[in-house]
């Protein structure tokens, strides 16, 4: 009896000994961001940012098969400010995928040039991921921001962003094509009241894969959307604002390889109330001969891709797509710098009339050492 009493203190004191050095080790550590860090000449400091990550995707359709991501990538740089407008980062960006023989799957180095001044912004290097969420979903594949290190060239100017995301460097002797992701993104606010706003947002890119001096099947796809957003802010204990979406979208390849894809578009309209218990989101796809080369989310997407060695092959599965998401998103906050974020998707296909689920859990932690 007094050895499992002994146990028990011993184990209590641990814990406590645990909760006291988190404690410290959180708040001793100003909770600021690098964005307040500019504005200050010859401000130098550290940053490390953590996301770990677990979503899984129940999918058994034939357009895109389920598969699960467990791990965390790992940011770890050192910054200076030569002047109040100028930041220049240098670091390391790390990937791990849980229970992988390799440690690490990819490790690579990072620069960056932030230039900011009133409404202009260029970032040159590597890019933040968080720049490309504004992206819809038939867009851009939000899975990208966990599993992919963004690099290229990010330009911000009032309601208006450019970039160019350089994917994949030429090699002619690994017959390797280029692949690189050039767009903008725009929102014009045409009416602000006091409690809601309305704005036509735009969006779009150019995503290219090819190369001169290999045999490769390259292609150009053009993609654009044009939506209608209405936000209202509700004044209200419980519920606090409504967002709502409406976009058409359209897409087009400059090749004949593709010639059942030549041409594709779709509906897509997105509803989000944002509640003090969390987000509560409908979205609804309707597609026909839609393909993003899987830019965007695949399973909005008519056609999957075959990777091989002379060029990508489409395999066309079926024509329409018609897609009703509803989700749930709550996120957790512990200062500026400490998140969790729980969500589920499960949405229904109309077009095989199934019923699938997809869930992420997703836990970030950033530091920044400040001198």
């Known amino acids: 009896m007094l050895i499992f009493l002994k146990n028990i203190y011993q184990y209590s004191t641990l814990y406590r000994l645990k909760a006291i050095l988190f404690a410290i080790f959180f708040y001793c550590f100003p909770q600021t961001s690098v964005k307040g860090l500019m504005n200050k000449k010859n401000n130098t400091g550290a940053a490390i940012a953590l996301c ?31 002047q109040p407008d100028l930041q220049i980062t240098l670091g390391i960006w790390a990937l791990r995928s849980l229970g992988e023989k390799k440690y690490l799957q990819k490790i690579l180095p990072i620069c960056t040039t932030d230039y900011r001044r009133k409404h202009f912004r260029l970032l040159f290097g590597h890019l933040l991921n968080n720049l490309f969420q504004p992206f819809i979903a038939p867009l851009f594949d939000q899975e990208q921001y966990l599993t992919h290190c963004m690099e290229g060239l990010y330009i911000q100017y009032l309601h208006a962003d450019f970039f160019l995301h350089w994917r994949q460097c030429l090699h002619k002797k690994h017959k390797q094509p280029e692949k690189f992701l050039a767009g903008i993104k725009y929102t014009w606010p045409y009416f602000r009241g ?21 045999q490769y099947k390259g292609y150009s796809l053009f993609i654009g959307a044009l939506g209608h957003r209405w936000t209202y802010h509700m004044h209200h204990r419980l519920f606090k604002k409504m967002v709502w979406d409406f976009w058409y979208v359209k897409n087009f390849f400059n090749t004949n390889k593709v010639s059942t894809l030549q041409q594709g578009h779709g509906l897509y309209s997105c509803l989000m109330l944002i509640t003090l218990g969390g987000d509560w989101i409908a979205k609804y796809w309707q597609g026909y001969n839609f393909c993003t080369a899987n830019i965007g989310e695949k399973v909005y997407q008519s056609s999957i891709i075959l990777q091989k060695t002379d060029g990508d092959f489409f395999q066309y599965i079926t024509a329409r797509r018609h897609l009703l998401f509803l989700s749930y998103r709550k996120t957790w906050r512990w200062g500026e710098n400490f998140t969790i974020q729980l969500a589920l998707h499960p949405y229904y296909d109309f077009t095989y009339q199934i019923f699938e689920q997809a869930a992420e859990l997703l836990l970030s932690i950033k530091i920044f050492i400040t001198k």
């Open 52 to 82: 770990q990550f677990l979503k899984n995707e129940e999918y058994f359709n034939p357009i895109v098969s389920g598969k699960t991501l467990f791990g965390y990538h790992l940011q770890s740089s050192f910054f200076f400010c030569p």
């Open 194 to 214: 006091d409690t809601h706003q309305r704005a036509f947002p735009l969006q779009g890119y150019v995503y290219h894969v090819g190369g001169q001096g290999i």
